[in-house]
């Protein structure tokens, strides 16, 4: 049996460097500038440490050398070793973050943090959409969802222009809905691009289909933050008719696949955007959703 570890020892773990003020302040200028947060607490960490004189930074350099030839990445705690500089300030190369410890947790100065902390549905949004490039990469970015065997049980289908038409008539086709001529069902309007959400699981001895929705919802709600990151409005939508047999049929869905709804994406009109800045939606207690056995 593994030895329990004292209180001292966990403590010695958990214990972190407090950042002195004028490094936050650092790490916020980053922060604005565009830098992301564990990168602007690097940034920040070696700016002041520089300021400690030359020696410093030779040190620091080397570190990063030693990180970009693989060796020597615990030598340098300080955690600046993942950030390749050069003599310019504009001309910094980002290497990725440094995940050998833990960052602190502020929703203020981390991007993913602050971003996940405010994201909100918009409900009606605008014209102007992502590209289909803009959207492979944002899928490719979103894949690293957690997945149990790595099955992929999810793929999107790109809905625009006339597509929504047709996602009309199938939604009246499934509701039995007559419309007269020219008539159409608006619904799928309300954003020039619409993402359907297919789960697609593959039949897994270890990984039943609950799990493998699990992972594709968890795609849906990433690529929702992604897009909101990334500018973007969006609203996920379903309905009761979401799996009718017309709905699926145009989606070209298997027996075993299950439609998990619409991303609805836009951009973000100006009166959601200065609503945006001025105002924040408080978040609920924690407490509320956790608890132990
Ligand atoms: C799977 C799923 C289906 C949803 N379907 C609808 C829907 O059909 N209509 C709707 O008004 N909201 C729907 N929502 C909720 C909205 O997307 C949104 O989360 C909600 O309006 C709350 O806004 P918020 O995201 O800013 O908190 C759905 C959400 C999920 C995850």
């Known amino acids: 049996m593994g030895k329990k570890k ?7 773990h958990r214990k972190k460097r407090r950042r002195p003020d004028h490094e936050r302040e650092l790490t916020r200028a980053y922060f604005l500038d565009g830098e992301t947060g564990p990168w602007a607490m690097k940034l920040a960490a070696k700016e002041s440490l ?12 080397a570190g990063a050398e030693g990180v970009r030839t693989g060796t020597g990445t615990e030598a340098v705690a300080a955690g600046p070793e993942t950030v390749a500089t050069s003599t310019g300030a504009g001309d910094r190369q980002h290497r990725g973050p440094d995940y050998s410890q833990p960052s ?19 409900s009606k949004v605008g ?7 803009d959207l492979r990469e944002l899928i490719r970015v979103v894949s ?55 789960a697609s699981p593959t039949p897994h001895p270890k990984v039943p289909d609950w799990e493998q929705h699990a992972t594709a ?8 933050l992604a ?10 939508r379903t309905g009761t008719l979401t799996n009718a047999p017309a709905v699926r049929r145009l989606h070209g869905l298997d027996d075993t696949e299950l439609l998990m709804g619409w991303l609805y994406i836009g951009s973000v009109p100006e009166r959601y955007r200065s609503r945006l800045a001025t105002g924040t939606r408080p978040l609920p207690n924690p407490d509320q959703f956790l608890d132990t056995l």
Do not use: Y
């Open 50 to 61: 520089a300021r400690l004189g030359a020696d410093s930074v030779d040190v620091l350099e």
């Open 217 to 224: 919802a968890g795609a849906g709600h990433l690529l929702e």
């Open 104 to 122: 602190s947790i502020d929703p203020l100065t981390d991007p993913v943090l602050h971003a996940l902390a405010t994201r909100r549905s918009i």
């Open 227 to 236: 897009l909101w990151q990334a500018g973007w409005g969006v609203m996920w």
């Open 6 to 12: 004292s209180g001292c020892e966990k403590d010695k």
């Open 144 to 198: 690293s969802v957690a997945d149990h065997k790595a099955l992929r049980p999810w793929r999107f289908l790109i809905i625009r222009g006339d597509d929504r038409l047709r996602l009309g008539a199938a939604l009246d086709e499934a509701a039995g809905e007559t419309r007269r001529p020219g008539e159409v069902n608006t619904k799928p309007l309300r954003a020039e691009l619409l993402l359907a959400l297919v």
């Open 127 to 133: 014209p102007e959409t992502p590209s289909d490039a």
